[in-house]
T-cell receptor
Framework: DGGITQSPKYLFRKEGQNVTLSCEQNLNHDAMYWYRQDPGQGLRLIYYSQIVNDFQKGDIAEGYSVSREKKESFPLTVTSAQKNPTAFYLC????????????FGPGTRLTVT | DQQVKQNSPSLSVQEGRISILNCDYTNSMFDYFLWYKKYPAEGPTFLISISSIKDKNEDGRFTVFLNKSAKHLSLHIVPSQPGDSAVYFCAASGQDNNDMRFGAGTRLTVKP
């Protein structure tokens, strides 16, 4: 049963702490993405990766970091430098960057207080 | 700068009737358009798409219409069913997925 998993579903952190959100896919997709969703706004691209060991900044990369050491995994770290980290985070994948249909995970809701 | 806009945050429709969800975009370089559906506690799932060389694409009860001159697309669901109740996101892309822009979503409620 292929798909994308994100964990945890809910995450609470104190301000000033780094936190890492997990994203794993078993679809054998090359491309992976991280989006952020805020109330009343569309999904905004944080980072994307076309292939293992390569990743590029999206529209709102400041305060975030990623790694892509394995094809299946694309963890996102929300650093203390991110000014408004409380949001809903979605991970997605697609066979390649030019394949428009993306497959999304269930998301992680991060609350920083 | 919101390049893709869904101006109706919510829509309520009676079961069996037509649901029409609208989406406007500003970037004339977009050439591929998608609709995603999202249930609570789940990620968005792909529903239907259309490329800029077409003005209509149909898949069962779902039809997407594209009006390039007006930079407008719409999703028609006929007949609407209670299971269609979800948030619908419109998305538009240029050459690659890193260009993709999403609307804020429209929450559709289909009443039995």
């Amino acid at each position: 049963d292929g798909g994308i998993t994100q964990s945890p579903k809910y995450l609470f952190r104190k301000e000033g702490q780094n936190v890492t959100l997990s994203c794993e896919q078993n679809l054998n997709h090359d491309a992976m993405y991280w989006y952020r969703q805020d109330p009343g706004q569309g999904l905004r691209l944080i980072y994307y990766s076309q292939i293992v060991n390569d990743f590029q900044k999206g529209d709102i990369a400041e305060g975030y970091s990623v790694s892509r050491e394995k094809k299946e995994s694309f963890p996102l770290t929300v650093t203390s430098a991110q000014k408004n980290p409380t949001a809903f985070y979605l991970c997605a994948s697609s066979p390649g960057l030019a394949n428009y249909e993306q497959y999304f995970g269930p998301g992680t809701r991060l609350t920083v207080t | 700068d919101q390049q893709v806009k869904q101006n109706s945050p919510s829509l309520s429709v009676q079961e069996g009737r037509i649901s029409i969800l609208n989406c406007d975009y500003t970037n004339s370089m977009f050439d591929y358009f998608l609709w995603y559906k999202k249930y609570p506690a789940e990620g968005p799932t792909f529903l239907i798409s259309i490329s800029s060389i077409k003005d209509k694409n149909e898949d069962g009860r779902f039809t997407v219409f594209l009006n390039k001159s007006a930079k407008h697309l719409s999703l028609h669901i006929v007949p609407s069913q209670p299971g269609d109740s979800a948030v619908y996101f419109c998305a538009a892309s240029g050459q690659d997925n890193n260009d993709m822009r999403f609307g804020a979503g429209t929450r559709l409620t289909v009443k039995p």
